[in-house]
């Protein structure tokens, strides 16, 4: 859900990178079904979601949504969090997000062969129409939650939580401030 907060943890590894952003494509065991680099970059994806399920400030975050988005409350953050990762890019990178983002694409497309059915669908749309560059503008974001609302095939709110990022804007950034330079830690931690 959070693809450029899964691509800019990824550090300079390509294999990382693209297991990383392949996570949310690839459930259960790993086996031997991937190249280690890639298997270590799904492992790493998993660590991070774990890490930020129990990080102080995410969970913060997630418990000033309004309750009425349940479970979803996670995925909002993970998304509002994006948000402010495209928005403040210049802070935390010395390249640009669109040059980021055009190396993060010739990387994965690479990788073609090995990337999920699902993922290998989605990537061409994704870049084409600059989906992470358009998570800088609160637009961006609206038809984000409206698309990711659409593909699930239960009803949910997602497509009424951009009001959640326009109510709670100060209180998520104030934690976001926070919680990036600890999972750039942590994250640098498991690539040693």
Same mark, same amino acid.
């Given at each position: 859900? /959070?693809?450029?907060? #899964? ?5 300079? /590894? ?5 297991? /990383? ?11 031997? %079904?991937?190249?280690?680099?890639? @298997? =270590?970059?799904? !492992?790493?994806? %998993? =660590?991070? &979601? ?12 997630? #418990? ?24 403040? *890019? !210049? ?30 669908? +989605?990537?061409? =749309?994704?870049?084409?129409?600059? *989906?992470?560059?358009?998570? @800088? ?13 659409? %593909?699930?095939?239960?009803? /949910? ?11 709670? %804007?100060?209180?998520? +950034? ?13 994250? &640098?931690?498991?690539?040693?």
């Amino acid at each position: 859900m /959070n693809y450029l907060m #899964h691509l800019f943890l990824s550090g300079s /590894n390509p294999e990382i990178l693209v297991g /990383n952003l392949m996570g949310d494509f690839v459930k259960g065991r790993l086996d031997d %079904r991937f190249h280690p680099g890639i @298997r =270590r970059g799904i !492992e790493i994806h %998993r =660590r991070i &979601d774990s890490f930020a399920a129990g990080n102080e400030f995410f969970l913060r975050s997630k #418990h000033c949504i309004d309750p009425c988005f349940g479970h979803f409350r996670a995925v909002l953050v993970d998304i509002f969090y994006d948000h402010f990762l495209a928005r403040y *890019w !210049e802070d935390f990178s010395p390249v640009s997000l669109e040059e980021f983002i055009r190396i993060s694409y010739q990387t994965l497309s690479r990788y073609e062969a090995q990337l999920p059915p699902r993922l290998l669908e +989605l990537l061409p =749309r994704m870049f084409s129409r600059h *989906w992470l560059v358009a998570y @800088r503008e609160p637009a961006g974001i609206e038809t984000a939650l409206r698309r990711m609302s659409e %593909r699930l095939s239960r009803t /949910n709110p997602l497509s009424e939580g951009f009001v959640e990022l326009s109510k709670k %804007r100060d209180l998520l +950034l104030r934690d976001f401030r926070v919680f990036l330079p600890e999972i750039c830690a942590y994250t &640098d931690s498991l690539m040693t």
